[in-house]
């Protein structure tokens, strides 16, 4: 076949494609579910949490006279091997967790290398070593925080809350973005945010099926407004952000993955309780809370000879 012939058969093909109707392929959509939803007894993760927060108040009277200041920060950071012992239903309530490293601002916590049993009651969660004795009062935040747990439930376990609320009500594509629930997360979060001023967006930036599971990244951005300071009203609302990141398993078939939540504000606004005089609240702060979850296989049981 001569190299003209080639060429006018390319030449022919090519044209033979552009005079084709393109065929439209719809692109995935996914369902999204942020929680696990069969957790299984004996299950075994290892966790990475690290928790870092800056809060600034200001309080001064009509004439500018500084009548109270506070600061305060805190820096936590936890590393934990966890072996879930019960559940019930979709739910978590018992867990054994070895806390391999559980320090604040770089020094130990006292139940740093402890294991520490968590089990859940009808009003709240309790926390005791291994060894069956109770963890101190003062010690049981700190050790919730490293298990991820509010201690009291007694008004409905929140766990999940906001996960729900920042979910799609149906299937998405890769590069689509909806409203998250604004009303559900200002509840969650803060009550004294302004939900009705509220605003926000995620996008699904990326998934991918691996081994019959979704995984990919997703990503949040809203803004709020802090309408009160304890009981009392603002007269000038202070403005927050947050941004919220998570990337591994997104169809709720795994716990494994990493998510990031940031969220600041600032701002000044005059504030009168009742029977006093006005006073002007300069407020600000900062956080950020990284979790990283990944499961890990159970070493095989010895077999006695």
């Known amino acids: 076949m001569s190299i003209r012939r080639c060429r006018g058969l390319a030449l022919a093909a090519l044209l033979a494609a552009l005079a084709t109707p393109a065929v439209a392929h719809a692109q995935e959509t996914y369902e999204l579910e942020l929680e696990w939803k069969a957790p299984k007894v004996g299950h075994i993760s290892e966790h990475v949490l690290t928790d870092a927060k800056r809060n600034a108040l200001q309080i001064v009277d009509g004439v500018g006279t500084l009548m109270q200041e506070e600061n305060e920060s805190r820096e936590l950071s936890f590393k934990a091997t966890t072996e ?32 520490i ?13 291994e060894d069956g ?25 929140r766990e999940g809350l906001f996960e729900k609320a920042i979910l799609p009500k149906g299937p998405v594509k890769v590069g689509e973005s909806w409203k998250p629930d604004l009303g559900a997360l ?32 997703l990503t949040c951005k809203m803004s709020f407004a802090m309408a009160q300071l304890g009981p009392m009203p603002l007269e000038q609302a202070i403005p927050m952000t947050f941004e919220l990141t ?40 900062r956080a950020k809370r990284t979790a990283k979850t990944k499961g890990k296989e159970k070493p095989p049981t010895r077999k006695a000879y």
């Open 84 to 115: 879930i012992l019960a559940v019930d239903g979709a739910n978590v309530t018992r867990e054994r967790r070895t806390f391999h490293e559980a320090k604040e601002y770089g020094e130990p916590l006292a139940f740093q290398g402890k294991t």
């Open 186 to 217: 200002a509840k969650d979060i803060d009550p004294s945010l302004d939900a009705s001023t509220a605003s926000g967006e995620c996008t699904l930036v990326s998934a991918e099926r691996r081994d019959g599971a979704v995984y990919g990244k």
């Open 117 to 129: 049993v968590a089990t859940r009651g009808p009003d709240r969660w309790s926390f005791a070593y």
């Open 133 to 157: 004795a109770a963890v101190g009062e003062d010690l049981i935040e700190d050790v919730a925080e490293g298990f991820g747990r509010d201690v009291d439930i007694s008004a409905g376990d």
């Open 246 to 285: 998570i990337e591994g398993c997104l169809d709720g078939s795994s716990p494994d993955g990493t998510g990031t939540m940031s969220f600041s504000f600032k701002g000044e606004s005059a504030i009168k309780a009742p029977g006093a005089p006005k006073v002007i609240v300069d407020i600000g702060g």
